[in-house]
């Protein structure tokens, strides 16, 4: 992480499930790389596996273009969700903040609607 932020690196996506350690993604943050992480970033797949369980489920033929379509605006709305809310005065976006709140008032809200809370 060191040696790309003394390398002018502008931006770090995980392609897999946290393989920047912690001291890694702190080395990033604090000097503003666009960093994006597997939870976010990698959300694809996890994303196109929910898409293909219910087309399955509701017994529905989607083309390949209604899944590319529909994974499309499922990534366009998880980075609003990381610019929401871990956006700071700075201008600069904290994709782990936005991340980690977006999924938690997600969760929240969904435990509010089932009446757990």
Known sequence: AKTLCKNDCMAVSEGANMPSTPEAVEVFLKNEIL???????NA???AVSGLEMTQNSMRLPW??????????????????????YGKSS????NYVKGANIGGFIKVANAMLAQGIV
Not at 35 to 41: C, D, E, F, L, T
Not at 71 to 82: F, G
Not at 90 to 93: L, R
């Open 44 to 46: 694809g797949g996890v």
């Open 90 to 93: 700075s201008g600069f976006i």
């Open 63 to 84: 083309s390949r273009e209604e899944v590319d379509s529909k994974l499309k605006q499922i990534m366009v709305n998880i980075h609003e969700t990381c610019v929401k």
């Open 35 to 41: 960093y994006g992480p597997g939870k976010a970033a």
